[in-house]
């Protein structure tokens, strides 16, 4: 593993972590998960699979260290890394196909709902709450928080794959 990209890697993970822990949290202490899209920005910057599991995992522990939401450590644990993956299997089949301009905002959008949709399953099959709940849920909570980050990276992924391609400390994918 290159230590440079570790370097930054880790410094999108602290950053991702300071948003996660500073934003409030609005229905049963869920909260907007800006780690996430950090972790979407640190895939879609190195997608290879070591830094991936990687990433999955610490995100993971740091989101389960940062929640508020009751049943959310376990949650956090299971939920990153399966979506992690996901998103990696699905911008690895459309980064040569789509334009990136495109596929970056989508495949936010589209993982912040799985990683939601996790989240949630998880989450309230360990408080055991109702049914209901899982949609009311998902539409208070994960739209919201997939529009937000679908906003964040529209803003954060060309200036950083900028700041990487004029300091040339490596290749950017």
Same mark, same amino acid.
């Given at each position: ?7 930054? #890697? ?19 202490? @869920? ?6 899209? @950090? ?21 993971? %522990? ?59 399953? %998880? +989450?309230?099959?360990? %408080? ?8 009311? /849920?998902?539409?208070? %909570?994960? /739209?919201?928080?997939?529009? /937000? ?14 700041? #990487? ?5 490596? +290749?950017?994918?």
């Amino acid at each position: 593993m290159n230590t440079r990209i570790l370097v930054i #890697l880790s410094l999108l993970l602290g950053i991702g972590a300071v948003l996660h822990y500073v934003i409030p949290g609005f229905v049963y202490g @869920m909260k907007p998960d800006m780690l996430l899209s @950090m972790m979407f920005l640190g895939i879609m910057l190195f997608p290879k699979p070591k830094y991936v599991v990687t990433l999955a995992i610490a995100a993971g %522990v740091i989101s389960a260290l940062t929640t508020q939401t009751v049943g959310g450590q376990i949650a956090n644990m299971i939920d990153k890394p399966i979506t992690a993956l996901l998103f990696f299997g699905l911008f690895l089949l459309v980064k040569n196909r789509i334009s990136m301009k495109f596929n970056v905002p989508v495949l936010t959008a589209i993982g912040t709902m799985i990683s939601g949709s996790i989240f949630l399953t %998880v +989450a309230l099959y360990v %408080v055991g709450l109702m049914d209901g709940t899982f949609i009311l /849920l998902f539409l208070t %909570v994960v /739209l919201p928080t997939a529009g /937000l980050n679908t906003a964040f990276i529209l803003i954060t992924y060309p200036i950083v794959q900028q700041i #990487l391609k004029r300091s040339q400390p490596i +290749a950017v994918s």
